[in-house]
């Protein structure tokens, strides 16, 4: 690397620690380059008021590209020699997200062939983790290993032996985010030896003997390279100082805003910069960087794509002389390269810096290392929720353009948003440009594609803006979709209220019992109660709230326990919905917690919604998810649900139920069957939204099973009632479910399956030799009068007030009851076995069996 690649610019006569030097009493204590690489800043942090600002990183503060990319490589280089070249050429580099992706992959370069792997934040649906670990310190602490070769990290060479494994962070102060890592992929992956690599050894004196002590216990060699040491001096009580002092600058901060000339935030006056998308043409089969591995085979893809893409970002700057090159959290190897390019093509004062999830302190002062912030929303739909993001020292450093460079799934709606990243930075800046790196996503590859051990590749083509597979849509979520609250459910499902979907209810009947229609094709038409069903449904409101706020109690309590204390519900659509609400609102009520609830589709002989589960699997941990649903039947949902689980990994296939009289699951609030309210009607019980659909024409690959909401039906609409009337008897029934649940916890709650016993037994007797066409329970049997063309109603003998409203939808449409002994279940709806529209009266009914 030349001269200047290797030393940093150091402009500034004031050293940017000397602001809380000055405040706090923390020391820089080293060699005499430690100031000149090093900076101080104050953060909201419980663990670590201080920050140490790295001034060659090119994370906070902007640097030429050049000197960035040069303190990794000569890293890199030193760790060559350190390793020599035999053992050099079997090392595999890993690094550390966010703030040393960049560091680390420049690391691997100056190896020369080292396969590179760095540690994420961002899930990525369908690829498996070889890993996780966590940071001690950090702001946000969660990594994971996402390597698209399993065999990565395991590095044999060619004689089998495992690869030293090089290990790359900004600065080395604990050393235990180091030794997590070390002691997790260890025992994965045993090796002899390890290289731990930053920019800064900032140890202290107790800290450094630890090192030795974990490479004796391990039976492992760990080195340690690092550009510059030294110790930081803390005086007593620095922590609480620190945070008092931040808290009285944002203080100030917020009573001078609008008034300074340096702001945070965009000022309404400023000049609306102009705004370029730059097509780079990226290189087909070169991921964005190492999410998921980069390998020598990409690196010589990309080094002689460089100067053309940097030339098409040179034709879009026109005469901008100071020009910002600024990347996007963990994507900072691809922007650094593509500034280092730029530099070299232009006579430019070119910089780089990356945006960045950690929130830092901004005092305007020469002393101080954070002189100013931009604050954005998060624009990448980041598993763990929306938050803000931040951009440091750019407001007011005199860009004249500055080139924001993003991967595709960055390049969102947020991202141009009008308090987006992107109005930000024109607000402080003549000339914005957008370049957007595709994402790379692993997925099946042909024999030429590129494979981590390195093999040849063939001719680079440009890639399309997108490498992945299309992302998949956020939830929809009330009052655009269903007339639950926005914050109780999130229907992981497409919107089809404007397709016409219903038929008559004999036609349907018809169309599926021939074969020529699966019944998740159609809709029936829903039903509209009349007002002696309406008041059915309300006494039964009424009568039965405490036994179903006991059932909810109960359930919830028994997930909290055997499920852990923050479970994700999903509610099978659209029975298991309103339980889904409910138990949410049961763990906020009782325990203070917020719950994440989702729906989702499961259709009988067609499965689950597998890009449902797709999106569940890139948003949380699949064992924390818990499938719920309404009741049990004869458990053909259970059976299925467990079927369509088997191809994903990481889901519980176990079902918790409100009611299971069936005995099909082992979680649930009762194994009564008693009327459960929210079984009396349809869409308007459920949020207005109707039974989930799947039809080949109307759900795509990549879509969710689709469903529409019934805004028409507003003014019937009970949804809100239902769950606010059982929601209000939970302090009363607090005691009872404690009590069940302890009793529950210490039986033996395996599933009989009695129910199916049952329902095989009645299709004989009645020879109607379908189990499909068996309905039992409450629940089913008042689906059957609402969606199909019953045939008979089977009723226990003596069964009271839980069945009139069976009896009055059997009324209304003709079909007989029968009363009879032995039945599990209290009744037992049966679907008119060989149904053709000439099996009804002309009105529609049931005829009479002969």
């Known amino acids: 690397m030349s001269e200047r690649a290797t030393r940093e610019e150091t402009v500034d006569v004031v050293w940017s620690g000397s602001w809380v030097a000055e405040r706090l009493g923390v020391e820089l204590i080293g060699d005499g380059e430690l100031q000149e690489m090093l900076g101080l800043a104050l953060r909201r942090n419980p663990k670590r008021a201080h920050l140490l600002v790295s001034n060659v990183l090119g994370k906070h503060v902007p640097q030429r590209p050049s000197v960035v990319y040069g303190a990794g490589f000569e890293l890199g280089e030193r760790v060559r020699a350190l390793l020599g070249d035999t053992e050099a050429a079997r090392a595999v580099v890993l690094g550390y997200a966010e703030t040393a992706t960049g ?224 990347g996007f959290e963990e994507l900072m190897y691809a922007p650094l390269r593509l500034g280092t390019a730029l530099e070299a093509l232009t006579d430019a004062d070119v910089r780089y810096s990356t945006t960045t999830r950690s929130p830092v302190l901004a005092v305007d002062d020469p002393g101080y290392a954070i002189r100013s912030r931009l604050v954005f929303p998060a624009h990448d739909n980041p598993a763990d929720g929306p938050g803000d993001r931040y951009a440091y020292n750019v407001a007011g450093a005199g860009f004249d353009a500055v080139v924001a460079v993003v991967d595709s799934t960055a390049d969102t709606p947020e991202l141009h948003a009008p308090d987006g990243l992107l109005a930000g930075l024109a607000a402080h800046t003549g000339r914005v440009l957008l370049a957007v790196v595709p994402s790379y996503t692993p997925a099946p590859a042909p024999a030429s594609a590129p494979t981590p051990s390195g093999a040849s590749l063939p001719a680079p083509s440009h890639a399309s803006d997108r490498q992945e597979p299309r992302m998949l849509p956020e939830p929809l979520r009330g009052p655009d979709f269903s007339s639950y609250a926005a914050t109780d459910v999130g229907w992981l499902l497409q919107d089809l209220s404007d397709t016409e979907l219903e038929a008559p209810t004999e036609e349907r009947e018809e169309a599926i019992q021939s074969g020529g229609a699966h019944y998740a094709e159609s809709l029936p038409v829903e039903y509209q109660p009349s007002a002696e069903y309406q008041a059915l449904f309300e006494a039964a409101l009424d009568t039965s709230a405490a036994r179903i706020a006991r059932a909810v109690g109960t359930v919830t309590e028994t997930v909290l326990a055997e499920r852990g204390p923050r479970p ?72 299925e649900l467990a079927v369509a689980l088997a191809e994903f990994e990481g889901f519980n296939p176990e079902i918790a139920v409100l009611a299971d009289p069936g005995g099909c699951v082992r979680t649930y609030g009762t194994r009564e069957d008693f009327l459960i309210p ?173």
């Open 568 to 639: 994700v519900l999903v509610s099978l659509a659209r029975a298991g919905t309103p339980v889904g609400v409910l138990m949410r609102r049961w763990a906020q009520h009782r325990h203070g917690l917020d719950l994440p609830h989702y729906a989702v589709s499961i259709v009988r002989g067609r499965g689950i919604d597998a890009n449902a589960l797709r999106w569940l699997a890139a948003h949380h941990d699949p064992a924390d998810v818990v499938f719920v649903d309404g009741w049990t039947g004869k458990g053909a949902i259970t059976r």
């Open 103 to 326: 560091l680390g992959h420049a690391v691997a370069d100056g190896l020369g062939t080292a396969p590179y792997l760095h540690s994420t934040r961002r899930p990525v649906e369908g690829v498996a983790r070889a890993g996780g670990f966590e940071e001690s310190h950090s702001h946000a602490t969660s990594h994971l290993l996402l390597p698209e070769d399993g065999a990565l990290l395991a590095g044999p060479g060619a004689d089998g032996a495992p690869a030293p494994l090089v290990l790359v962070d900004d600065e080395f102060s604990t050393g235990d985010t180091v030794l997590n890592t070390i002691r997790m992929l260890h025992e994965l992956y045993p090796r002899e030896r390890y290289v731990v690599v930053a920019l800064v050894d900032m140890r202290s004196e107790r800290d450094r003997g630890r090192l030795a002590e974990f490479a004796a216990e391990i039976g492992a060699r760990v080195d340690l390279v690092a550009r510059g040491s030294g110790t930081v001096g803390l005086p007593d009580g620095v922590l609480e100082r620190g945070q008092a002092l931040v808290a009285a600058q944002e203080r100030e901060e917020q009573a001078e805003r609008g008034r300074t000339s340096r702001k945070t935030t965009a000022s309404p006056s400023a000049p609306a910069a102009t705004l370029t998308r730059i097509p780079l043409a990226w290189p087909t089969g070169v991921p964005d960087g190492g999410r998921h591995g980069f390998t020598p085979a990409h690196r010589a893809l990309l080094e002689p794509a460089l100067p053309g893409m940097a030339a098409r970002i040179a034709d879009a700057l026109g005469d901008a002389r100071r020009v910002l090159v600024l």
């Open 678 to 850: 929210s079984a009396c009607l349809n869409s308007t019980v459920s949020g207005l939204i109707s039974r989930t659909v799947l039809r080949a024409d109307l759900v795509g690959p990549e879509d969710f099973h689709g469903a529409k909401f019934y805004r028409e039906l507003a003014g019937a609409d009970v949804s809100g009632h239902f769950l606010d009337t059982v929601a209000a008897r939970f302090d009363e029934v607090v005691d009872d479910v404690d009590a069940e649940v302890k009793e529950l916890l210490a039986a033996d709650r395996a599933p009989t399956w009695e129910g199916w016993a049952a329902v095989e037994r009645i299709s004989e007797e009645y020879g109607i030799h379908d189990v499909n066409l068996v309905k039992p329970g409450v629940g089913e049997t008042t689906r059957v009068l609402l969606r199909r063309v019953p045939w008979k109603i089977l009723a226990q003998r003596g069964a009271g007030a839980d069945l009139e409203h069976i009896r009055l939808l059997a009324a209304q449409r003709g079909v007989p009851v029968e009363e009879v002994d032995e039945l599990p279940y209290t009744c037992v709806g049966l679907i008119h076995p060989r149904f053709t529209r000439g099996a009804t009266g002309a009105d529609g009914k049931a005829v009479t069996e002969k």
